[in-house]
């Protein structure tokens, strides 16, 4: 596990929280893993009960190393990959899910993080 800075903690944190919201919001069911272990930050199941290991990310570039990394972690938990990142600049994000074509979510006013 590698050390990180309080206020990267604290950006991880206001991300994984409006992942939550966006994902809630949508009527999937969240558990959030992070309790300071290496791993995916949040385990979902979508509202057809297909279980996501999501690795929710608030950079400024999206990269290929990002999807590697949520689909290992999703390969060692056995279920499928979500990597949902923020688009700077805005309240939107870019989903790409395995088997899925990636699509930009949007937080709403109903979305609890606004």
């Known amino acids: 596990m590698t050390k990180m800075g309080k206020a990267a903690r604290s950006k991880g944190r206001r991300g ?14 969240v558990a959030d893993l992070t309790a300071g272990k290496a791993g995916e ?13 999501v690795e929710v ?6 990269t290929v190393t990002h999807r ?7 390969q060692a938990r056995k279920a499928r ?7 700077e600049g805005t ?14 979510w949007r937080l709403t006013v109903q979305d609890n993080s606004l």
């Open 57 to 62: 990310k608030m950079t400024k570039a999206i």
């Open 91 to 104: 309240s939107s994000w870019l989903v790409q899910q395995q088997g899925r074509v990636p699509t930009v």
């Open 16 to 29: 994984e929280s409006q992942a939550i919201d966006l994902l809630t919001s949508r009527d999937w069911v």
């Open 41 to 53: 930050d949040l385990l979902a199941t979508d509202p057809d009960g297909a279980v996501w290991a």
């Open 81 to 87: 990959w979500m990597l949902m990142s923020h688009i």
């Open 68 to 74: 590697q990394q949520a689909q290992r972690q999703a």
